[in-house]
């Protein structure tokens, strides 16, 4: 069985930093790419960033220059370090791992809310 678990959403003020972790437990070989979405009320959950196995990184137009993925592949753990805060950055963020003979797993979300 295996389980994806996010931490360190928050309350955070415009211009402030979360960073948000995602570790993998349980019978994992290999992870490949790892990734992080978010979902805003109204709105399709979209991707924020991904980075593969050999930290190849994509990011949205949106967070580029203020976010930035990191793995561990050694714990199964992905991050986001988010800088600069927006507003428009309020959503539920959520993790999403592919790993191998298993598939597609998703975390359960946390919250980020950017607000004075």
């Known amino acids: 069985q295996v389980q994806v678990v996010e931490s360190g959403g928050g309350l955070v003020q415009p211009g402030g930093s979360l960073r948000l972790s995602c570790a993998a437990s349980?019978?994992?070989?290999?992870?490949?790419?790892m990734g992080w979405y978010r979902q805003a009320p109204g709105n399709e959950r979209e991707l924020v960033a991904t980075?593969?196995?050999?930290?190849?990184?994509n990011y949205a137009a949106s967070v580029k220059g203020r976010f930035t993925i990191s793995r561990d592949n050694a714990k199964n753990t992905v991050y986001l370090q988010m800088n600069s805060l927006k507003p428009e950055d309020t959503a539920v963020y959520y993790c999403?791992?592919?790993?191998?003979?298993?598939?597609?797993?998703w975390g359960q979300g946390t919250q980020v809310t950017v607000s004075s």
């Open positions: 349980g019978t994992i070989f290999t992870i490949y790419t």
């Open positions: 999403n791992m592919f790993i191998l003979s298993l598939g597609n797993y």
């Open positions: 980075i593969s196995r050999t930290h190849n990184t």
